[in-house]
């Protein structure tokens, strides 16, 4: 077990993240690594049970969305632990269809089919690292979360959709909705109608700062999504909060995502509602 820490050079010491941790996958036939912050409090509760929080694109995001759960985690707040779930293979892991197809849906000659082992990945996710995790830390697992931006927003919207018991709540960010062809846009359509999501939760935002190639290309497919998928799967008891970021392109909207999501899925207990109704959504 390593350290992952931050250095404090004006008193030559360390402020300690969480540590490091790595397994093979008889799944993936790989070994995986995976970073782990326990909240304060964790080892002296030993009868409670801790929300725990998988970020995908972990070694990415880490440091930052560890910040934000140490900033809500006040008396009155909800903490967890964060697993950051390091990468190999985006591509491979992410995506669930094998696809030559670019993002404006043309395929060139040059092109290679790529991806398509997201159930692969989310079973290496649910079976693998989720026992890993509640062995060694048998308080963590009262509730357990899905982050992820851009393709790993797509496999947690694609998780939703296909197993929507794998986890509690899903945080996804700018997802990958052109992947395939517009694949998930397809196949939420069709997973509406035969999926119940009672008691499920899904933030998911967008954005939506004005660039050419953009609004041709994207949002209409982020607009399709808000206006015809989202009523569909609220149909079936998702709980939905959507927003959009017009102040950020697909490169900065990932923290702004992550930092909205988590306050409005971890919410202090006096903002909870008796009234509150089981579907929402928003704009921003």
């Known amino acids: 077990m390593l350290m992952v820490t931050a250095t404090l050079h004006a008193q030559d010491s360390l402020i300690t993240v969480g540590t490091r ?18 909240p304060e409090g ?16 972990g070694d990415v995001f880490f440091q930052s969305v560890v910040g934000f759960t140490r900033f809500f985690s006040a008396p009155d707040a909800l903490p967890c632990v964060v697993v950051a779930v390091l990468n190999v293979d985006r591509t491979r892991d992410f995506t669930p269809t094998c696809s030559a197809a670019r993002r404006d849906g043309t395929i060139h000659a040059e ?11 989310r079973r290496f996710l649910v079976e693998e690292l989720r026992t890993e995790i509640e062995r060694k830390y048998p308080q ?14 797509l496999f947690t919207l694609c998780t939703l959709l296909d197993a929507p018991d794998s986890f509690d709540a899903y945080i996804a960010v700018d997802p990958s909705l052109w992947w395939d062809r517009n694949y998930v846009i397809r196949h939420a359509a069709q997973q509406a109608r035969i999926t119940h999501f009672t008691g499920k939760r899904l933030y998911v935002a967008f954005a939506t700062q004005p660039r050419p190639e953009r609004q ?33 392109v697909h490169g900065t909207v990932a923290l702004p995502g992550f930092y909205d999501g988590l306050k409005q899925l971890f919410p202090r207990p006096q903002r909870i509602r008796p009234d509150m109704s089981p579907t929402s959504s928003g704009g921003k």
């Open 140 to 153: 963590a697992g009262g509730r357990n979360y899905l982050m992820g931006h851009s393709y790993a927003g």
């Open 21 to 38: 941790h790595a397994f093979f996958s008889e799944i993936l036939k790989e070994e995986r690594a995976y970073w782990i912050s326990l």
């Open 42 to 57: 964790f080892n002296t509760s030993p009868h409670k049970r801790w929300p725990v929080l998988y970020l995908l694109d």
């Open 111 to 121: 092109d290679k089919p790529a991806g398509g082992q997201a159930a692969a990945f």
């Open 216 to 248: 041709m290309v994207n949002f209409p497919r982020t607009n399709d999504f808000l206006k015809t998928i989202v009523p569909q799967l609220q149909q079936q008891g998702l709980y939905v909060i959507s927003r959009k970021f017009p102040s950020e």
